[in-house]
Every structure is written in C-alpha cells, then in structure tokens.
C-alpha cells in the first residue's frame, strides 16, 4: 500500500514505562541484567506485559534469554490480546512504524501484505490505538534487536485456528521471531496464584491448545502457538515464573508472570 509514513505514537509512556528515554534505557537494561543468554535459539517467546515495576523482570529474562540470536533477527511478530475493543477476528494497523521514547519500530509492509489475505485478519487502527500489550515489548526489542521490524497483531474474538493460520503465514526461518504477550492469572491471593500459574505453565509445557482467559489473557495468542509447535515437534520450557508479589506488589491480589521460550527439538 502506498501513501505517507504514518505511525503509532507511544499511548502507556509514563505509566506502564519510563517515558523519559534515559530512564527508560536504564530501566530495561537493570531488567535485562537479571536474565542470561540461551545456549539455544528460540523460535518463539511468550512474555508478560504489565507495568514495568511488576512484570518488567520477567520480561528481561525472556528477552535476554535471546543472546546472540537477536543480532540475526530481521522480524518479529508481536501478537497481543486487544483490552480496550472489542471486535472478530485479528487487527493489525495501517501504521508504519510504532514510537517509543527509545525510537520508532519500523512494521514490516511484506508481512503486512501477506496478512491482508487471510479471512480473519482485518486492518483496523482502533484496536491498536491504547493496547499497551504491544507496546511494552517494544523498548526490550529497541534494546536487544534494534534493526529487526515488527509485525503488530492484536487478537479480538478470535480462535487458535485463526492465530495460528497467522503465524504459519509468517512463520520464516532464523530471521524471524515470534511473541506472544500474555500474563497469567489475575487478582488471586498469592499461595492460590503460585499454583494455578503452576498449573498454567504446565499447560503451556505440554502445549495444550485449550488454555482460557482466567488462565492467561493472552491465550488465544498461547494456543495459537501452541498448535503450530505440536505439530512442528518443538519443545516448551519455562525461563521464569513469577507474580506480582514477588516483584512489586503485595500479596493478596495479584497477578501472574510467566516467561517461555519455544524450541527445535
């Protein structure tokens, strides 16, 4: 499509991250010093997407935990539960880059192209405008793999089918990343919020297919993944499993953490 360069301001700076860019560099890279390099690349990832304060740690490890892999890096698919719209199907915007205070992520128009073909997948800026789970990613993918291109996707009322229809369109080889924002259960005391992440991270594991919203609200995007690594042989392993209480928070309602990587066999 032709037309000018139109992007996606930052809608969550200075409340669900920095948005002074010093203090932001800083803060992902205190995040990221918590985490260590694989010995293996990772096909894809699912990371949390909450306040800094609270899931940021999480999300450190997940994405340090990329090493040197993020320097081959040319694209990653940022696939996100929508909290504000309601709307079938999956979205994904006109824009052409979306800003940070550490910059702007450049979309990739290719990949764009090829999704505009697929029957669940409508082009719509709305859903885009305020979600805050795509955009938390985007200073830790700025940091770690700053010339690869992101490809926004947001899930409404949409089935594993239609996520994983998406990413087998998109899925490419070493050059492309996959993540799946999701956090796990919310507003349960902290022994009860232990073990049903537990129990969600086992499902995640054994990459199940039927994970549900109280589960994960970003499960859509889960078993969508989860249906293409069944059927690749690919293998699940938990990087980190945390809550709020853990990180910033107090422990009678909080929410849960996970970080998971997905590899060859």
């Keep these: 499509m032709g037309g000018p360069s139109q992007v996606r301001p930052p809608a969550v700076a200075g409340l669900f991250y920095p948005d002074d860019p010093g203090e932001l560099s800083a803060s992902v890279e205190e995040f990221l010093s918590g985490g260590h390099p694989g010995s293996r690349n990772a096909k894809a990832l699912v990371v949390p997407h909450a306040?800094?304060?609270?899931?940021?740690?999480?999300?450190?490890?997940?994405?340090?935990?990329?090493?040197?892999?993020?320097?081959?890096?040319?694209?990653?698919?940022?696939?996100?539960?929508?909290?504000?719209?309601?709307?079938?199907?999956?979205?994904?915007?006109?824009?052409?880059?979306?800003?940070?205070?550490?910059?702007e992520s450049h979309i990739d128009a290719d990949a764009m192209d090829t999704l505009r073909s697929l029957p669940t997948v409508v082009e719509d800026d709305w859903p885009h405008a305020l979600e805050h789970s795509l955009e938390v990613q985007l200073p830790f993918l700025q940091r770690v793999t700053p010339d690869a291109k992101i490809v926004p996707i947001?899930?409404?009322?949409?089935?594993?089918?239609?996520?994983?229809?998406?990413?087998?369109?998109?899925?490419?080889?070493?050059?492309?990343?996959?993540?799946?924002?999701?956090?796990?259960?919310?507003y349960h005391p902290y022994v009860r919020a232990r073990a049903e992440d537990a129990s969600t991270a086992q499902a995640i594991i054994e990459e199940r297919d039927d994970l549900r919203g109280e589960q994960a609200c970003g499960c859509v995007g889960i078993n969508?993944?989860?249906?293409?690594?069944?059927?690749?042989?690919?293998?699940?392993?938990?990087?980190?499993?945390?809550?709020?209480?853990?990180?910033?928070?107090?422990?009678?309602?909080?929410?849960?953490?996970?970080?998971?990587?997905f590899y060859d066999a």
């Design 224 to 261: 969508g993944l989860n249906r293409i690594a069944r059927k690749r042989g690919m293998r699940a392993e938990v990087l980190d499993l945390r809550n709020s209480g853990d990180t910033a928070g107090d422990k009678r309602r909080v929410v849960g953490y996970g970080a998971f990587g």
């Design 51 to 103: 306040g800094y304060i609270y899931s940021g740690p999480v999300a450190g490890r997940a994405y340090k935990s990329l090493g040197a892999q993020a320097d081959l890096l040319r694209r990653v698919i940022l696939i996100g539960p929508s909290h504000r719209v309601g709307f079938e199907g999956v979205a994904i915007p006109s824009a052409t880059a979306f800003v940070t205070p550490l910059g």
């Design 154 to 186: 947001v899930t409404g009322d949409a089935s594993a089918s239609a996520v994983e229809e998406v990413i087998e369109a998109l899925w490419g080889g070493s050059e492309t990343l996959i993540v799946i924002s999701s956090d796990l259960s919310h």
